[in-house]
């Protein structure tokens, strides 16, 4: 059993940045990949990044290249990502996940990002 707790979302201005954090807990955290997607109003689920079990295996989808950074702390059991330069069309729930075996298998709550022009 694994929970994921999402935190750090927030209204900013375009060009503005954000870190959000993922905590979890029930598992051993540093065995597994970690990803971070989002989903905007009336559109579907979109990846945005992704980290295996040991840094620096990392991947991004292309438009947040140079932008956004995932990154995790295993000692924390927490995964952030770090987002800079934000577009309005940034805005929407940002979800983390985590992979336990072929697909991601659970999900947090999910936290609001708000960017405005």
């Known amino acids: 059993q694994v929970q994921l707790v999402e935190s750090g979302g927030g209204s900013v201005q375009a060009g503005g940045s954000l870190r959000l954090s993922c905590a979890a807990s029930g598992r051993t955290f540093s065995l597994f990949p970690m990803g971070w997607f989002r989903q905007a109003t009336g559109k579907g689920r979109e990846f945005v990044a992704a980290i295996g079990p040991s840094d620096p295996s990392t991947t991004y989808a292309d438009s947040m290249k140079g932008r956004f950074t995932i990154f995790r702390d295993n000692p924390r059991n927490t995964v952030y990502l770090q987002m800079n330069s934000l577009k309005p069309d940034d805005t929407a729930v940002y979800y983390c996940?985590?992979?336990?075996?072929?697909?991601?298998?659970?999900w947090g709550q999910g936290t609001q990002v708000t960017i405005s022009s």
């Open positions: 996940t985590i992979q336990l075996g072929s697909d991601w298998d659970y």
